[in-house]
């Protein structure tokens, strides 16, 4: 449910006393990181698509308002987009009660994968100093870190077992 707080809005004259209170609401929020995309959902019932507008700046942030004339309620939100995101593929869907927005990823190459990818575990773990559980960099990265993890050991091993195998048919 959305919270609310009531502000004494500047009173139009001959308005009504109902009319002079302005609620600032916080809608639900639901963000998911899907394989290709981000996915942004606000729950904003009783608005109607023209209360509301999504706009998207050159730093990538993307910023949510919306004002319901009837009742006199408000909201304002504001996301910083990950690296990964193409802020210019900015998407959005309203039916009714639900703002799905769909920010896609940008198509990275191995190494921009992983500059980003350890950028993020960088933000994560500068989050989690306070907490009391150790973690590695490979459970920091999330599931595709593991795989990194992997692919890294299997080249050190594999450099290694070349090495012994050229030190034993020289000797």
């Known amino acids: 449910m959305a919270s609310s707080k009531a502000q004494r809005?500047?009173?139009?004259?001959?308005?009504?006393?109902?009319?002079?209170?302005?609620?600032?609401?916080?809608?639900?929020?639901?963000?998911?990181?899907?394989?290709?995309?981000?996915i942004i959902r606000l729950s904003l019932p009783g608005f109607k698509k023209e209360d509301f507008k999504v706009q998207v700046?050159?730093?990538?942030?993307l910023t949510v308002r919306g004002e319901r004339p009837a009742g006199y309620?408000?909201?304002?939100?504001?996301?910083?987009?990950?690296?990964?995101?193409?802020?210019d593929g900015v998407a959005g869907r309203f039916d009714g009660a639900?703002?799905?927005l769909t920010v896609p990823k940008q198509t990275a190459t191995g190494k921009d994968m992983v500059?980003?990818?350890l950028a993020e575990a960088k933000e994560w773990c500068?989050?989690?100093e306070g907490a009391a559980?150790?973690?590695?960099?490979?459970?920091?990265?999330?599931?595709?870190?593991?795989?990194?993890?992997?692919a890294v050991a299997g080249l050190a091993l594999g450099a290694f077992l070349a090495h012994r195998l050229l030190n034993v048919t020289n000797s």
Request: hydrophobic share 45%.
């Open 9 to 38: 809005g500047a009173a139009k004259s001959g308005a009504a006393p109902a009319e002079a209170y302005v609620a600032d609401i916080d809608p639900n929020l639901e963000c998911l990181d899907g394989a290709n995309a981000y």
């Open 98 to 100: 639900v703002l799905s």
């Open 57 to 61: 700046d050159s730093g990538g942030r």
């Open 126 to 128: 500068a989050a989690a």
């Open 73 to 87: 309620v408000r909201f304002h939100k504001a996301f910083q987009l990950p690296p990964t995101a193409n802020p």
């Open 115 to 117: 500059v980003a990818r």
């Open 133 to 150: 559980t150790a973690t590695t960099w490979a459970e920091a990265l999330g599931g595709k870190g593991q795989l990194v993890a992997a």
